[in-house]
């Protein structure tokens, strides 16, 4: 398998959900095609959940039973599999930049194992590690259908606002665009990054309006090869955007949880 | 419950699996069974990795609710139904954790660790079989103590890689060696071991 051996220890790693951004995102883009990385990993999900399970248990208090049961079953079910689908004909092109591989890829990718699934189940019990493979790669590719349907449901938002992002100094020639609702999140995406090497990497920070407000991070940006990078993020409740930015900062964030540098990548939100 | 043996044998699982079917079609009484069954498992685990038992409640209602949630998917999975629910009550455990760190403002802690957008985890189909829990367990005891360290910091602190190589000052490069030396050595242990027989005692 070629290109394999840089992934040797990363799929130890992805089960432990114990990878950096950047990794995580090398790994999964070379996961969807390894079939050795695929059945290592679910093998190795097999050892976490034994850890899990060997654990001491532990019986909570009396009470929470029906505290449990009450908030469980006050809301509703979701379906076996997920059949929503995007308008793509009414998105912004940067959901319909990202939708159309995706979809195409995974349209075709869904039908082609689906076709393979109903083969396998067919077939004698033998196949049950074959089908099980299959069954992680759909949920798999569900993962990446959700992921864009956040995407969707921010860029779309009644309440959405939007911010062109500029680049200077190191990062000139980026460019991006955020998109930031205020019930469901942020929405960022950048092309043309520089690469950084592994001693710095891309923060990302939200700046909320008013001259005293102070930048908070939303972690470290993963940047794909091409230097494109984008993301949909949940906010902690209660934080305001006005400005959305980028700094150059040690590889694990700035020590001092506040923009070490100016900014390389900003835009201020258009109301 | 409380103190006495578990034993999970193959009509257990299945016991489980008939449940989920039964919350699938919205069964609250069978969501209570599964919670007798397992509750004290995701407890003890939530807890352990949280430290604060608020946390470990709160974890406690969102595993089960998104067992609710799901049940149908679970159900279409076949998997484990005891191995869903721990993977699920540890992803769950992290997340906290590690939001706990970003922001030390909300509890204790006060680690830098990148905040990683992540996305609700789906449930992976695992499966165990009859006797794989003792002999992971068994396995856990033999793991040379370097190895056991970083595996119990990746796996109940939740450090990235990189994180446990700035918390120990041991080079990343041997971070990531130890750990999938450790993990190689429990998969062995759960691959070679009897396909039948075998009990949980817990």
Partial sequence: ?271 | MAGTDRTLRDFDAEADRLLVRDVASGSTESLARLYDRHAATVYGLVRRIVQVSEDAEELVQDVFAQVWLDARRYEASRATVAALIVMLARARAIERLRARRARPDLGPGSETTPVVPSTPPEPEPVTIALGEVDRVREALGTLPDAEHELLQLAYFEGLTYTGIADRTGVPLGTVKTRLRSALATLREAVTSGPTTGGTIHR
């Fill in chain 1, 1 to 271: 398998m070629t290109g394999h051996q840089p992934f040797a220890d990363a799929a130890a790693a992805h089960a432990l959900d114990a990878l950096d951004g950047a990794d995580r995102e090398a790994f999964e883009a070379h996961l969807a095609s390894c079939r050795r990385c695929q059945d290592e990993l679910s093998e190795l999900r097999r050892v976490l959940a034994a850890i899990g399970l060997a654990g001491d248990t532990e019986e909570p208090p009396a009470d929470l039973r029906d505290r449990t049961l009450r908030r469980a079953t006050a809301q509703g079910q979701a379906p076996a599999t997920s059949t929503r689908s995007a308008p793509a004909s009414t998105l912004p092109w940067i959901v319909a930049a990202a939708s159309i591989a995706l979809a195409a890829a995974a349209g075709v990718w869904a039908v082609t194992l689906q076709a393979q699934l109903t083969d396998a189940r067919a077939a004698a019990a033998d196949a049950v590690p074959q089908i099980q493979t299959l069954e992680t790669r759909l949920l798999g590719l569900e993962q990446g259908v959700n992921r864009l349907q956040q995407v969707v449901n921010i860029v779309t938002a009644p309440d959405v606002r939007r911010a062109r992002l500029a680049g200077s100094g190191e990062a000139a020639g980026a460019s991006g665009l955020a998109y930031w609702s205020e019930s469901l999140g942020l929405v960022f995406h950048a092309t043309s990054l520089p690469p950084l090497g592994s001693e710095r990497g891309y923060e990302l920070w939200v700046i909320p309006p008013g001259s005293n407000a102070s930048p908070v991070s939303l972690g470290m940006l993963a940047v794909s090869l091409d230097g494109t990078s984008s993301h949909a993020v949940a906010l902690q409740d209660g934080i305001e955007v006005g400005t959305v930015a980028v700094t150059i900062e040690p590889p694990t964030g700035s020590p001092t949880r506040q923009p070490t540098g100016a900014p390389v990548l900003a835009g201020t939100l258009a109301g």
